[in-house]
Nanobody, 115 residues
């Protein structure tokens, strides 16, 4: 069984920065894609960023230039560095990892961008 645990959420002022982490535990030899999604109040869950096993990164247009996804395969961990945060970035952020063809989700961590 694979479990994902996110950390790094919280309250931040507009223009501020936060770094999210998501670590996977369990019987894991390798992880394919790692990524982040988010769900804002009253909206559907949406893709934020993906880091594939081929080292390709994909970002939502709304976060390009502000967010950076990275991964540490030795630690089975994915990160999301978020800069220049805006109130519209307020959401629950979920990490996702594809292990042996199965998608696993974290429980989510709340990011609130407000003054």
């Amino acid at each position: 069984q694979v479990q994902l645990v996110e950390s790094g959420g919280g309250l931040v002022q507009p223009g501020g920065s936060l770094r999210l982490s998501c670590a996977a535990s369990g019987s894991i030899r390798s992880i394919n894609a790692m990524g982040w999604h988010r769900q804002a109040p009253g909206k559907e869950r949406e893709l934020v960023a993906v880091y594939t096993s081929d080292s390709i990164t994909i970002y939502a247009d709304s976060v390009k230039g502000r967010f950076t996804i990275s991964r540490d395969n030795a630690k089975n961990t994915v990160y999301l560095q978020m800069n220049s945060l805006k109130p519209e970035d307020t959401a629950i952020y979920f990490c996702i990892m594809n292990v042996y063809g199965v998608d696993y989700w974290g429980r989510g961590t709340l990011i609130t961008v407000s003054s």
